[in-house]
């Protein structure tokens, strides 16, 4: 299958994320799209090509103008201050407080953010856009016929939503891919997130939507990040009532949990009558990820693409998370050579 990527991703390159307390060096690095490169290379994937250049349409189709806006100009604005380091939010609106935009680089950091662990850098719009492109280009790919297509997409998507960013995400890759092939001669489109973390943004800009399936296994919002969204009893609203599926686990989920909800999910899946699916890849499902507590092992990432495949529909995979660097490139073609049933 087509392979594409995007060079430019270096240029979101934090010097620290806020994790456990601390200042630290930040798991979503540079090196976890490279290494996925490499090993998608020396397995001999498919052709690997950069991204077109998209406008900006597609992505508002999907985000907030002005929230798009605030990311292409943010940096500026605060290197303006005498700022030369990261970009980071101190506070977020609290219960009985006013979600009303400020005029200020420091509030509209609040205003369109949700956490504290995404930096921005000098280089991220560039890198957000050519992510946003990387995933627009392989959507056009299938809408073109292709039976599949995996965008090597960083910095990742699923936590961003209409108007906020956060959980290392700027604007959402999946829900632009996806809005790209409703607009593109598909009717009904599913979203498969299989990242450990739930795909918040996604849901929400779905959540009120028919034409567009959510179904997300993540770990349970009780015990993992992003706490507040994500259960088993979000399912939709108005005419989106039924077209989102929450599957949440608890921690140590291995193969034998898993691949219940898989089954859930291909079931659900099946029953939407999807035309075409857009997998949210994220392999920090991993049982050696870093900051996550799932058990799956290589070989069970070659079985979630074989299921994966079985759906026999046009397929779309979107990288997302991922971050044990020595692992994540061997479990993407895991999954690409199980979906490819080699
Ligand atoms: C992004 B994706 C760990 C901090 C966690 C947020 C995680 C975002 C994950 N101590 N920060 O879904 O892989
Ligand atoms: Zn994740």
Redesign the pocket.
Known sequence: MDVIYNPDHVLQNGKV?L??GKLEPP??CPQRADSVLEAVRNAGIGQVSEPEKFGLDPIVSVHDPDYVDFLATIWDRWTEKGRSWDALPLNWVGRGMRHIKPETVDGQLSYYSF?A?TPITAGTWKAVKGSADTALTGAKRVANGARSAFSLCRP?G??ASRDYY????FLNNAAIAGQYLRDNGFGRVVILDV???H?NGTQSIFYDRDDVLFVSIHADPLQE??FFIGHADETGEGKGKGYNLNLPLRRGADWSVYSKALEAAYAKIRDFGAEAVVVSL?V?TYEADP?SHFKLKTDDYARIGAGIAALDLPTHIIM????ALDAIGRNVVAFLNGFEGR
């Open positions: 994320e994790i456990n798991v979503e956490d662990g990742p699923h936590h956060g959980g290392y995400c990242d450990y973390h795909g990040f992003p994220g920090d900051i997302e998370g991922g971050y």
